[in-house]
C-alpha cells in the first residue's frame, strides 16, 4: 500500500515539474523566451512568415526575408484608372492594392462620403462595388463605384475656371475580413483635379 | 469471476480518447474575424494563439499544457488497471488518483475559461463573448485616436469539451460503484481484523 502511495506521488510530481524543468533548462540562457513566443521575437526582428515575403524584399531594398517592421507599413494603393458616367452622376475608380500579409484578405466594404473641404457640401458617396479577395503578398485590382450630388454639378458651373477642388472624406468605414474601421474624424485628400481628361 | 468497475474502465478508455482529441481539437474557441483572421484554441492540452495561420505558442505554458497531458493520461491508465482490480487492496489509492485528474483538468478549465473573459474585460474592457457570436468594439484606449474599430467575434465550447464532461461524470460514478463493490467484499469477507486507519478512497 504504501509503495503504491510513493508511485502515485511520484508520478504527480514527475508529470508536473518534469516538463516545466526540462523547458526552464532548454531557456535557461533566455529566460525572457520563456513568456515571448519565438514567433514574436521573430515579428519583432521583421523576419516572420506573417508578412509576405517579396512584399518586404520589395519595401526592403532587396534585403530578402528581413525588414523593418516601423518602416514597412501597409503598401498604398495606387491609381490605375477611372471611368465616368456624365448621364448617370456616376463614376468608378480601380486601383492597386498589395496585401503585404502572408494570408489571403477579403476586403468586404468600403465606403465613405466626398465633401468640399471649403464649404463642407457633399459631393459624392463612393462605395466598394463588389467583395475582392487579396490573395496573399500579392496585388489585386479594386473599383469603387460613386455617385456623384447635385452640390458636386453646381459647384462645377459655378466655378467654370477652377482646375481642381479641395476635398475631404468623412464616414469612412472599410471592412477587412470582418474587422471594420472607422473614423470619426475627417481624412483629408488634398485637392483634386476636376478635369475630365484622360478618364475612360 | 472476475469482478471488474466497468465505469472505471470505460472511464479510463475515454479519457485516453479525450487526450488524444484534445491535443488537436481545443475545448474552446475564439475566432476574429470573418474570414477568420486570429483564433485562440484553449484547451488543457494545448493553449495557442493562431495569427494568419500562423501558430503562436508561450513555451511555459506549453509546458504546462504537456504536464496536464502526462497527468491525464497517468489518471487514465491508472484506471484502467484500477479497474480490472477494484477488489486489491491498493485499488482505491488507485482510483483515488485515477478519477480526480479529468475532474481538476474541467474545474481548472472552466476557471480559466471565465476568469480569461473576466479579466480581459476588467484590464482592457474588450467584452468578448464566452459562447456565441457578434460585433465587439475595440475599447477606445485600444484604437488610435478618431477611430472605432469593431470585430466580428465568435466563440463556442467544442465537442471535446463535453466529452470531457462525460469522461468526469463517468470517473465520478465510478466512483460511487466502487463503494458498492467494497460493500460487497466486506459483505462477503468481513474484516478480521480492525481498520488500518486508511480511509477506502483517498
Known amino acids: 500500500m504504501q509503495a503504491i502511495a510513493v508511485i502515485l506521488l511520484l508520478i504527480t510530481i514527475g508529470t508536473t515539474v518534469g516538463p516545466v524543468g526540462a523547458v526552464v533548462i532548454m531557456y535557461r540562457d533566455n529566460l525572457p523566451g520563456l513568456v515571448i513566443p519565438p514567433q514574436v521575437q521573430e515579428l519583432m526582428s521583421g523576419n516572420t512568415a506573417i508578412l509576405a515575403q517579396n512584399v518586404i524584399s520589395d519595401d526592403s531594398g532587396g534585403n530578402q526575408g528581413t525588414a523593418d517592421v516601423d518602416q514597412m507599413g501597409f503598401v498604398m494603393p495606387t491609381f490605375v484608372s477611372a471611368t465616368v458616367d456624365a448621364a448617370a452622376k456616376t463614376f468608378t475608380v480601380t486601383v492597386n492594392v498589395t496585401d503585404f500579409l502572408n494570408y489571403d484578405l477579403t476586403l468586404k466594404t468600403i465606403n465613405a462620403t466626398v465633401v468640399n473641404s471649403d464649404d463642407g457640401n457633399q459631393l459624392a458617396s463612393i462605395q466598394l462595388a463588389n467583395p475582392q479577395i487579396i490573395s496573399a503578398g500579392k496585388s489585386a485590382l479594386v473599383t469603387v463605384s460613386g455617385e456623384w450630388t447635385q452640390a458636386a454639378e453646381d459647384y462645377y458651373t459655378s466655378h467654370p475656371d477652377a482646375e481642381s477642388i479641395n476635398v475631404k472624406l468623412t464616414d469612412v468605414a472599410i471592412d477587412v475580413n470582418g474587422i471594420t474601421v472607422q473614423t470619426s474624424q475627417p481624412i483629408d485628400i488634398g485637392t483634386i483635379p476636376l478635369s475630365l481628361e484622360g478618364l475612360q | ?202
Open chain 2, 1 to 202: 469471476m472476475r469482478k471488474i468497475n466497468a465505469l472505471a474502465l470505460a472511464a479510463g478508455v475515454t479519457t485516453l480518447v479525450l487526450i488524444a482529441a484534445s491535443y488537436f481539437i481545443p475545448w474552446w474557441q475564439l475566432t476574429v474575424g470573418n474570414p477568420v483572421l486570429a483564433t485562440v484554441n484553449f484547451s488543457p492540452l494545448n493553449l495557442n494563439f493562431a495569427l494568419f495561420n500562423n501558430i503562436i505558442t508561450i513555451p511555459l505554458i506549453w509546458a504546462l499544457n504537456i504536464s496536464c497531458l502526462l497527468t491525464l493520461l497517468a489518471g487514465g491508465l491508472i484506471l484502467i488497471i484500477y479497474s480490472v482490480v477494484p477488489t486489491k487492496p491498493y485499488a482505491s489509492r488507485l482510483l483515488g488518483y485515477g478519477y480526480k485528474q479529468p475532474l481538476i483538468a474541467v474545474i481548472l478549465f472552466v476557471i480559466e475559461v471565465v476568469g480569461l473573459t473576466l479579466s480581459v474585460k476588467a484590464f482592457t474592457g474588450f467584452n468578448f463573448p464566452l459562447i456565441g457570436a457578434g460585433t465587439v468594439g475595440l475599447p477606445a484606449g485600444l484604437a488610435p485616436a478618431g477611430i472605432s474599430i469593431s470585430v466580428d467575434i465568435s466563440a463556442a465550447f467544442l465537442w471535446p469539451f463535453y466529452l470531457a464532461i462525460v469522461v468526469t461524470v463517468l470517473c465520478i460514478a465510478a466512483r460511487f460503484y466502487h463503494r458498492k463493490i467494497a460493500k460487497a467484499i466486506s459483505t462477503q469477507f468481513p474484516p478480521t481484523s480492525p481498520p488500518s486507519g486508511e480511509s477506502p478512497i483517498s
